[in-house]
C-alpha cells in the first residue's frame, strides 16, 4: 500500500482577489507555520473563500483510499456514488491538473512548484525539504475549510 498524498498542508487566507474574472478568484496565503506561501486560482461559484479562512490544500496522485494510482483511462469525475469511498469523499473542493514547472533545488533551500487545473493556477513556495515529493505528473488537488 502506498501514501496516496505527496503534499498537505493549513493555509490562512490573507488575500482574496476576485476583479480579474468572473467566478474565479486569486487566493494567497501562507501556512499555519509561515514556511509555505500559496496562490491558488479557484471558481468561486463552487466554492467561495473568504479572507481570514484556514483552508487544508492536499495533493495527491490517487483518491483511492488504498493509495493505489488510478488507471490513465478512468474518468475520475465519473466514479458511482456509495460504490467506493475515496480521498475525494473527505473534501470539499477536488481538481484534477498537472505539475507543470518545479524550480529551485536542494542547495539553495527553496523550491517553487507550479500546477495547472484546466487554466486555474496553483503556486506554492517554500523550503524544498516540503516540497521535494512534488514532480512533473498529474495530481489530484483536495481542499477544505478547517
Known amino acids: 500500500m502506498a501514501d496516496a ?3 498537505e498542508d493549513t493555509f490562512i487566507i490573507n488575500d482574496v482577489n476576485a476583479e480579474k474574472y468572473d467566478r474565479v478568484a486569486r487566493l494567497k496565503g501562507v501556512s499555519q507555520d509561515n514556511s509555505v506561501d500559496l496562490i491558488l486560482d479557484i471558481n468561486t461559484e463552487l466554492y467561495p473563500v473568504e ?3 484556514t483552508l487544508t490544500v492536499v495533493l495527491a496522485n490517487t483518491l483511492r483510499l488504498d493509495g493505489i494510482k488510478d488507471d490513465a483511462k478512468s474518468d475520475w469525475r465519473n466514479v ?7 480521498l475525494a469523499d473527505m473534501f470539499d473542493y477536488v481538481c484534477y491538473g498537472k505539475v507543470y514547472r518545479v524550480t529551485g533545488e536542494e542547495s539553495s533551500g527553496n523550491s517553487k512548484v507550479y500546477l495547472s487545473f484546466g487554466g ?4 506554492l513556495s517554500g523550503p524544498y525539504r516540503k516540497l521535494t515529493g512534488l514532480k512533473i505528473e498529474h495530481l489530484y488537488m483536495l481542499v477544505k475549510r478547517v
Do not use: Y
Not at 80 to 86: I, M, Y
Not at 120 to 123: D, E, F, I, K
Open 80 to 86: 458511482q456514488k456509495g460504490s467506493e469511498n475515496t
Open 120 to 123: 486555474l493556477l496553483l503556486v
Open 5 to 7: 498524498q505527496i503534499f
Open 51 to 53: 479572507r481570514g479562512e
